[in-house]
């Protein structure tokens, strides 16, 4: 009897160690998944594209994810990240309008409603607009799914920078699944006069 209660004790301590490193696991994804900066906000859109890319992961914990979907969680992890309270006062970074365009560039499937292509198109147009200068709102209410984007996107050419406009269009070209809310913006900003002429048939080569 002693031995089997000696037995009982270590199994259950044994247990109770593989639990609180699982929990300590889980604390850590946690932090990394709470950006500090924008620089971890970026490094954290990239473990939403990893998880993504195979199914697998923190941000796919607890449901049934294929390989190359992205579903209603995937886009509010993205959501929570862009707009965590070190980052939310602060302008979408080149970085992380990178890590969302490889998220979307990774996501053949789609299963959430339209929120990501919503959220790419805005936190797009806000590194676009505060990168040429011109005001942003926080990311909280440009990001947020009941602000229209026309309420504070720049909606013409004036003010925004050639170059930024050159990046987009370069993310967007040849992809096979179109954006068409930030095309339409993309288009719009550019006119007949926003890029020299010979600039003109490289931006329009995105699929509209």
Known sequence: MLAENKKLRSETMSASKSQSA??????????????SC???AAHALTIVRDGVITGEGPTTKGRVHFSRELD???????????TAAAVEHQPVSRA???ALFEI????TERSDDGRFDDLLAKAIAHHAASASGLPVPPRTVALSPDTDIE???????KGVDTEILEWIASQMRGKHRANRRLMAMVVTLVGVAALPLTK???VFDIGM
Request: glycine share 0%.
């Open 22 to 35: 699982a929990n300590s696991a889980d604390e850590s994804v946690e932090a990394i998944l709470e950006p």
């Open 104 to 107: 979307n560039d990774a996501a």
């Open 72 to 82: 209603a969680d995937d886009a509010a992890w993205c959501v929570r990240i862009l």
């Open 200 to 202: 003109i048939p490289f």
């Open 96 to 98: 992380e309008a990178e």
């Open 38 to 40: 924008r620089d971890s």
């Open 151 to 157: 309420s504070w996107a720049p909606m013409q050419a």
